[in-house]
């Protein structure tokens, strides 16, 4: 992965697409999960839902920068 | 004299546990009133400060930029916020590109982009305007993004595109650091609201329908309470909205809330239509009406009594049960009655029309509980979506807020370019923000006045922050001490309700000025500059609202009422899907603006527009009600009358004066002739299909006849 990338003469962070990538994951997860009730299990939703953010995001920067 | 040792500790302890108790008990009671400000106030300035590390750290051009996001994103409830920060980070993506396609076509031309601009914060107030909640913002923020990207690139085009993608990035930093710190840090969510608020909702309605069975409300009761209904719907529905975003199950719910309200409308509209049946026969002749009143009355008494309790499956079928048994009685009685002397036709029109009623509305409630109790208890099955909630805001009301947005933007350019004061471009930013905001306010004046007050209040604490403590401060620490005794001022008034605005004024005031760059530099005269140029940015914006079309706000009056006519109208000719949902969200949505305009206490004029709004809303039901049976119905002489009624009741509702209404009145009777001649020889499908048409004919007839005889035709527009 490049670690910046050009667009129209502007240089954006390569961890951007990562970002976003993982968010719009971190979404789809977060309906189904939402769906089948899962939340209603843990102490502090927002929490475990931001927790599901990170390890998204962290895997997914560690398998594409290694 | 001393007292034993061992008696000493067991006199104490009582006292000292006594005391434990009462100070826990305060604590208890701080940490649900006070604390809960305080906790707001600490996540907002949380949030803001970590927007501004961030922001600093990552070198952003213009840090404020994140600081002010954070502070404007800061709302009570997690789910709020999450939402506000979704729409405006849409917003500002959509301003942004606005902004580079207008600079990209007239960048030579300052006169055609403040035309291009002033047009594109037009369009965007209007839209505004007509959305609800936080999709509103969006559209604002899509107004002055542009406005805010534009303004500055007038001296410099080449760097337009950079100032946009600064721009995203900055409310990028500061929305997120709002949406991780307002979502995690001691979260107040706002689903247990939406559910609290789901409940006293179900109680106040059960409430109500017991009251007006048993007689106990006068007309005006009625008539506020169900303009009180029409502000809860809404504000139902935009709690709904805020609760999707938390996590949890609140977008399980979703589907459920929206079934909630719809089927809460139908069975007020019902509800509605029965009430006004009762009160008429209690007003009419008692020789007409004593027959069929001492034969309803014991219905209504029993419907009353069962609804006292909770209304579980088995009662609720209980509960049918045993109003299909008093309704056998009662038709035998009347049937007994008819042997000894004979009863008039209106008799037993008005007797049908009761019992067709009530059996309707006990359907309605049975539907309107089984979803409340699937909503209450924890993944209850899921009810079919009956679509999202459609709002209407008076077209006048639209045009004017666009309108006066536009004007403000190009009368703001003018004053730049004749004064040619440098500053002055903050305040057409300024103005135009306020101007747009404050559209979708019911008293704009009074909110831009409370903001004013919080820019005047700021501007003294501001200067003192700056140059008496910020140029102290030589790192992030000692930044944020200095700056944190006015922003947390400002956040402590946002968190209240009295003094919001003023909250909101200080925080934007000095996001916008403490301007913590990346390189410091103090010039008092350029500070003195800019908060002069805010300020009257601010004067600009209030006097727009106070001279160009006073009248033209959210909720007025004479618009709502004219919106209701134009929208019954509407019944008549738009197409048959899914209308009925959306006249009952409009005129509902209609009657929450009349409602948050009105105040705590409206007055008889307001109380006018409500009773009409309720009639038309009957008198749209019915028409809609005929247009579906003639959809399926074979052609027939009824069919044929009925489409002849359809046509005049539109000539009625495009006219309302006494000589269409009174036409309109004698093509019921004839309609209701040519129906019931036809009822005697037809199938049995058929028979019932024609039979639940006669209580529309009989809805149509008796509103009809109350337009006429109160007058009511004069609000019409």
Redesign the interface.
């Known amino acids: 992965m490049p670690r910046e990338i050009e667009f ?3 240089f954006f962070p390569g961890v951007l697409p990562v970002f976003l990538v993982s968010m719009l994951l971190q979404g789809l997860l ?2 189904a999960l ?2 089948l ?1 899962a ?2 299990h843990s102490w ?7 927790c599901l953010f990170i390890g998204i995001f962290s895997t997914l920067l560690i398998t594409l920068y290694q | 004299m001393h007292p034993p040792p061992a008696a000493a500790p067991q006199q104490h302890q009582p006292a000292a546990a006594g005391g434990w108790i009462w100070l826990l008990e305060q604590s208890r009671l701080w940490l649900h009133s006070d604390g809960q400000r305080w906790a707001f106030v600490a996540r907002t300035l949380l949030a803001s400060y970590c927007a501004l590390w961030l922001a600093f750290r990552l070198g952003l051009d213009a840090p404020y930029t994140a600081l002010a996001t954070s502070v404007i994103l800061a709302l009570p409830h ?1 789910g709020m916020v999450l939402e506000k920060a979704f729409h405006r980070f849409l917003g500002t993506l959509v301003g942004c590109a606005a902004a580079l396609l207008l600079v990209a076509l007239l960048p030579q031309s300052p006169v055609l982009l403040f035309a291009g601009l002033a047009l594109w914060v037009g369009l965007c107030t209007s839209g505004a305007a007509m959305q609800r909640n936080q999709q509103s913002y969006s559209f604002v923020l899509a107004g002055y993004t542009a406005c805010m990207i534009a303004v500055p690139a007038l001296d410099a085009p080449a760097q337009v ?2 100032l946009a ?1 600064t721009r995203v990035t900055e409310v990028g930093v500061g929305i997120l650091c709002a949406a ?1 710190i307002h ?2 840090v001691f ?1 107040r969510r706002h689903a247990h609201n939406v559910l609290r608020t789901a409940q006293s909702r179900y109680n106040s309605f059960i409430h109500f329908c017991t009251q007006v069975l048993e007689q106990r409300l006068t007309p005006a009761e009625t008539e506020l309470t169900h303009l009180k209904f029409a502000a809860d719907i809404a504000a139902l529905e935009s709690g709904r909205a805020a609760a999707f975003f ?7 719910r979703t589907r459920q809330l929206h079934a909630f309200n719809a089927a809460f409308m139908t069975v007020l509209t019902t509800f509605h239509t029965l009430h006004r049946l009762i009160h008429r026969l209690h007003g009419a002749a008692p020789q007409h009406a004593q027959v069929v009143l001492a034969l309803v009355q014991p219905l209504h008494a029993h419907l009353a009594l069962a609804m006292a309790d909770t209304l579980s499956a088995p009662r609720l079928q209980a509960m049918r049960s045993a109003l299909a048994q008093d309704i056998g009685a009662a038709r035998y009685q009347l049937q007994q009655l008819a042997t000894q002397r004979p009863i008039a036709r209106a008799q037993q029109i008005d007797f049908d029309t009761t019992v067709e009623l009530l059996e309707r509305y006990v359907r309605d409630l049975a539907d309107f509980s089984t979803i409340y109790h699937a909503l209450t208890q ?2 209850g099955q899921q009810a079919s979506d009956p679509g999202t909630y459609a709002p209407k805001t008076p077209g006048g009301i639209v045009l004017a807020s666009g309108a006066r947005a536009a004007t403000t933007v190009l009368l703001a350019a003018t004053a730049w370019y004749w004064l040619a004061w440098p500053q002055f471009g903050n305040a057409i930013v300024i103005a135009t923000i306020f101007c747009a905001l404050a559209s979708s306010s019911p008293r704009p004046t009074a909110l831009i006045r409370q903001v004013l007050i919080g820019f005047m209040l700021a501007a003294p604490l501001a200067f003192i922050t700056e140059f008496f403590m910020l140029v102290h401060a030589d790192d992030f620490a000692t930044l944020v001490l200095a700056s944190l005794p006015v922003l947390g001022l400002g956040a402590y008034l946002l968190s209240g309700q009295r003094w919001a605005g003023v909250g909101i004024g200080i925080c934007m005031f000095c996001a916008t000025l403490l301007v913590p760059g990346n390189l410091m530099h103090y010039d008092v005269e350029g500070f003195i500059n800019s908060e002069v140029a805010l300020i009257l940015g601010v004067l600009l914006a209030y006097l727009m609202f106070a001279v160009v079309l006073p009248e033209h706000t959210m909720g007025q009056r004479d618009h709502v009422a004219g919106a209701l006519w134009r929208e019954a109208r509407r019944t008549c000719s738009a197409p048959l899907l899914h209308l009925k949902r959306r006249y009952d969200n409009r005129v509902r949505d209609l009657l929450s603006q009349l409602n948050a305009a009105a105040g705590p206490a409206p007055d008889s004029a307001v109380r006018a527009i409500v009773r009409q709004a309720l009639t038309l809303l009957e008198l749209g039901h019915a028409i809609i009600a005929l247009r579906q049976f003639l959809a399926h119905a074979p052609d027939s002489t009824a069919c044929t009358a009925l489409q002849q009624l359809l046509l005049q009741l539109a000539r009625y509702l495009r006219t309302p004066d006494a000589d269409q209404a009174a036409a309109a009145l004698q093509a019921t009777l004839d309609t209701g002739t040519a129906v019931r001649a036809q009822l005697a020889h037809a199938g049995a499908a058929q028979q019932r299909a024609l039979q639940a048409t006669l209580p529309e004919l009989h809805a149509i007839y008796t509103t009809l006849q109350d337009q006429l005889s109160t007058g009511a035709l004069r609000h019409a527009a």
Request: cysteine-free.
């Open positions: 129209f003469g502007v977060d309906h939402s769906h009730g939340y209603r502090h939703p927002a929490l475990a839902r931001l | 997690s595109f950079t993608v991780v979502d995690v979260p938390e996590a949890g199950d609140g977008r399980a924890d993944g």
